[in-house]
T-cell receptor, first 118, second 113 residues
Framework: ETGVTQSPTHLIKTRGQQVTLRCSSQ?????VSWYQQALGQGPQFIFQ???????GRGNFPPRFSGLQFPNYSSELNVNALELDDSALYLC?????????????????FGSGTRLTVV | DAKTTQPPSMDCAEGRAANLPCNHS???????VYWYRQIHSQGPQYIIH???NNETNEMASLIITEDRKSSTLILPHATLRDTAVYYC??????????????FGTGTRLQVFP
């Protein structure tokens, strides 16, 4: 089985531009969460998608938006980029039954997309 | 906000057990404790999780106190490759009965030869 894949791995954008980051969830996982990790900090929860609907959101402005597709892959869109948006963006997927079964290994994270805003 | 408190850093000699503590005094009865680690520039890696019983897998053991207000992650024989930031996380239930993981600042574990 494949893990979580994210694209692109690195990206440089100019302040004010828009960006779309992509995530393919692990096979059998129907929940996708997005995190922002600034340098030296822990990952900050942006939002979660479950069955194509937003299912909880962290303290991020509306210019951070997302989508989940029928195949459970997901996109993170950020409009009007600011310098402080420079970070590692992580996607994580999970199996619906992982709470009950240790072997389902909880959330699986991708390696992230490193976004630099200049 | 994160519901856990961890020491910012710890050292451990290679081959020794690494015991990483975590306080989660406000944990609710149906909230799980998760441990993840993050090696530099990689995505967090799942280690283990539990509700109230102690858990063990091929990577580590998780000891949860009877009152569930704290826990300890045990790496029985630390290696240099275990050097990483370790996050203790209490999950937050979402409206569709799924879990959200809210990370804190973690413990930076340095394993030395």
């Amino acid at each position: 089985e494949t893990g979580v894949t994210q694209s692109p791995t690195h990206l440089i954008k100019t302040r004010g531009q828009q960006v779309t980051l992509r995530c393919s969830s692990q096979s059998g996982h129907n929940t996708v969460s997005w995190y922002q990790q600034a340098l030296g900090q822990g990952p900050q929860f942006i939002f979660q998608y479950y069955r194509e609907e937003e299912n909880g959101r962290g303290n991020f402005p509306p210019r951070f938006s997302g989508l989940q597709f029928p195949n459970y892959s997901s996109e993170l869109n950020v409009n009007a980029l600011e310098l402080d948006d420079s970070a590692l963006y992580l996607c994580a997927s999970s199996h619906p039954l992982f709470r009950q079964a240790q072997h389902l290994y909880g959330y699986t994270f991708g390696s992230g997309t490193r976004l630099t805003v200049v | 906000d994160a519901k856990t408190t961890q020491p910012p850093s710890m050292d451990c000699a290679e081959g020794r057990a690494a015991n990483l503590p975590c306080n989660h005094s406000t944990i609710s009865g149906n909230e799980y404790v998760y441990w993840y680690r993050q090696i530099h520039s990689q995505g967090p890696q799942y280690i283990i999780h539990g509700l109230k019983n102690n858990e063990t897998n091929e990577m580590a053991s998780l000891i949860i106190t009877e009152d569930r207000k704290s826990s300890t992650l045990i790496l029985p024989h630390a290696t240099l490759r275990d050097t990483a930031v370790y996050y203790c996380i209490v999950s937050v239930r979402s409206s569709y009965n799924t879990d959200k993981l809210i990370f804190g600042t973690g413990t930076r574990l340095q394993v030395f030869p």
